[in-house]
């Protein structure tokens, strides 16, 4: 197989380094163009306008949380040496953004970390799971170790 479009999702956990150092040396190694995709999920803050003692919420809306993960992805790009290659981040659940922007950019692999979870995780599904059974490509799931 000779990838040319590879998508990689990368979360800021400390085992992006693991799958962004993959995803490096397989677009190298196939000369490929690489997307580097992290997805976040936007929970607007909740307010209790009767609770005397809550205080107003920090004005920290979806817009201003997509620029603050853009500037970390572009970090955490460049301290993996993959700032040349294309960046996205959106707003939405993991497991169906890396799906769909798949196949938007017709990616023939995507690297994604699978942290082979147990119980609860398991019956409720992973997005390495979801990625694996609804991708429009090859997936390369790269076994993390838990994180302690």
Same mark, same amino acid.
């Given at each position: 197989m000779n990838y040319k479009n590879i998508l990689v999702a990368m979360d800021f956990s400390l085992a992006a380094e693991t799958v962004g150092k993959h995803a490096k040396a397989m677009a190298e190694q196939y000369q490929a163009n690489l997307t580097i +995709?992290?997805?976040?999920?936007? /929970? =607007? %803050? /909740?307010? +209790?306008? $009767? $609770? %005397?003692?809550?205080? %107003? =919420?920090? $004005?920290?809306g979806e817009s201003a949380a997509l620029d603050h993960a853009t500037a970390q992805l572009r970090r955490m790009a460049e301290n993996l040496g993959l700032e040349k290659f294309e960046q996205h981040v959106v707003a939405g659940t993991a497991k169906h953004e890396v799906v769909r922007l798949a196949g938007e950019h017709q990616s023939d692999l995507i690297i994604l970390g699978s942290h082979g979870r147990h119980g609860i995780s398991r019956l409720l599904g992973s997005t390495a799971a979801y990625v694996l059974h609804n991708a429009p490509c090859d997936v390369l799931a790269v076994r993390i170790k838990n994180e302690k």
């Open positions: +995709l992290h997805v976040f999920e936007y /929970i =607007p %803050p /909740i307010t +209790l306008a $009767d $609770d %005397p003692f809550t205080p %107003p =919420p920090a $004005d920290f």
